[in-house]
């Protein structure tokens, strides 16, 4: 079963560093025949600045078994609500009492389009994509379509997902997936739908009057409606086979400094995630060394590290805890991310304490 390894956490404290290192040194310890993923859902991508070499939304091989990719789900999400929008539009457009009510035919064009979804939102469709390799809708190759590579980044079969995510309020959005906006939406949009059909068909029986706004419903409804609800139960079923496998093969790591507005946070993101995936390492990074004791300002600081060290350790002994110092240089480039990884990990690391790690 494919392993999937998510890093949140505070902005700014070396998230996407500490997830960048942790996929290579993966890629130095499993077999050659499997792949490994790492991709970026942080608004502020920056595998590309990491890596050293254009990445964005190609599917992009860095080692013979690391491929990385900072998608858009821009253009994912474009394909995915204009197959929405368009069968909402066609249901709607033939309702006689939409027609009659410019404003309410408003709201429907308004509300199924992409620039009505938030991005937490469109990173989570595209999440869902990613990690679940059922469609949607029969027709979805077309929106695969919108992923450079996407037909590659399907059979790959990647044996391991490491996901650079958000800061945590917007990660929580992406944990989120079964209760996302595009089913409350649709769902509340058709029971409005629904709702009017009855309330006029009932208008209709009770004075014949009001024919003109309560046409019997035809077999296109129907068809549509019917569609409709698929797609929607699809998407339900898609999210209920992300969260059981987030919850049965995700791993989730939080990255943090050891300074008081990131310990709270971490604190923080630990009870927000609790639903969602088991928590099973802490990493605190760019701790002051030691040997720079004698620089008053490095000493003071490291002071107050040790202060956030010690209580992290003690609120968190329940999981593994990793630690890297601060580097003279940026982690940049294979060697930069290397370094930084062995920085992190001990030459005694193996796969599996870092895959499943234990407490220390």
């Known amino acids: 079963m494919m392993k999937l390894l998510i890093f949140g956490g505070k902005g700014g404290v070396g998230k996407s560093s500490i997830s960048g290192a942790t996929a290579v040194k993966l890629s130095e310890l499993v077999e050659k025949n499997q792949n490994i993923l790492l991709i970026s859902f942080d608004i502020a991508h920056n595998l590309s600045d990491l890596f050293e070499q254009q990445i964005g939304n190609e599917l992009t091989q860095v080692t013979p078994n690391l491929w990385v990719i900072e998608p858009d789900p821009e253009l994912y999400a474009e394909k995915v609500t204009q197959r929405f929008g368009t069968l909402m539009r066609e249901l709607i457009s033939t309702t006689p009492i939409v027609k009659r009510m410019p404003k309410l035919e408003e709201y429907f064009e308004e509300t199924f389009t992409t620039k009505s ?5 469109k990173n989570a469709l595209f999440f869902q994509r990613i990690i679940d390799a059922d469609d949607i809708i029969d027709d979805m ?11 590659l980044l399907q059979k790959m079969k990647f044996d391991y997902i490491i996901a650079d995510f958000p800061p945590t309020g917007n990660m929580i959005s992406l944990f989120e997936v079964p209760n996302n906006t595009v089913q409350v939406v649709l769902k509340s949009t058709l029971k409005m739908f629904a709702e009017l059909k009855d309330f006029f068909k009932k208008i209709k029986t009770a004075a014949k009057l009001l024919n003109p706004f309560s046409k019997d419903i035809t077999e296109e409804q129907i068809n549509r409606s019917k569609e409709i609800v698929a797609i929607i139960n699809d998407v339900e079923k898609r999210a209920e086979r992300v969260t059981k496998l ?11 400094i050891p300074e008081r507005p990131s310990f709270e946070e971490l604190k923080r993101a630990r009870e927000l995630t609790k639903p969602y995936m088991t928590l099973d390492a802490v990493h605190i990074n760019r701790i002051i060394p030691r040997k720079y004791h004698r620089c008053e300002m490095c000493r003071q600081i490291r002071e107050i590290q040790d202060k956030y060290i010690e209580a992290i350790e003690s609120d968190f002994s329940d999981v593994k805890i990793w630690k890297s110092h601060m580097l003279k240089k940026e982690p940049i480039g294979l060697r930069g991310l290397r370094k930084l990884g062995d920085e992190i990990f001990s030459s005694k690391i193996t796969l599996d304490l870092l895959i499943s790690p234990t407490p220390r």
């Open 141 to 151: 190759k077309e929106a695969d379509s919108a992923i450079a590579n996407f037909d």
């Open 117 to 121: 979804m938030t991005l937490s939102m």
């Open 246 to 256: 987030m919850k049965e093969s995700g791993s989730l790591r939080l990255v943090t």
